[in-house]
């Protein structure tokens, strides 16, 4: 059983900055696919950004030049540093791990973006 537990949401206000993080147990880490979802009230979950097992990285256009996705093998961790928030980043952000045919959720942290 894979376990993922995020950590470092919060409030922020506009234009400032957040680090996310997200420490997997239970597989081996390395092989899995990592990637940051993220659900508005009354939207759909959406893909922040993920990052593939041999480090290859992908972003929504609506956080590219603003969020860094990466992570660190060793620690079992991947994280999303988030800059230049704005109000419409406001969302559940959950970790996800996959690696066919599995797919593991974390319980999500909230990001609150407001002044």
């Known amino acids: 059983q894979v376990q993922l537990v995020e950590s470092g949401g919060g409030l922020v206000q506009p234009g400032g900055s957040l680090g996310l993080s997200c420490a997997a147990s239970g597989t081996i880490f390395s092989t899995y696919a990592m990637g940051w979802y993220r659900q508005a009230p009354g939207n759909q979950r959406e893909l922040v950004a993920s990052?593939?097992?041999?480090?290859?990285?992908n972003y929504a256009d609506s956080v590219k030049g603003r969020f860094t996705i990466s992570r660190d093998n060793a620690k079992n961790t991947v994280y999303l540093q988030m800059n230049s928030l704005k109000p419409e980043d406001t969302a559940v952000y959950y970790c996800?791990?996959?690696?066919?045919?599995?797919?593991?959720w974390g319980q999500g942290t909230q990001v609150t973006v407001s002044s």
């Open positions: 996800n791990a996959a690696s066919w045919p599995y797919n593991y």
């Open positions: 990052v593939g097992s041999s480090g290859g990285t």
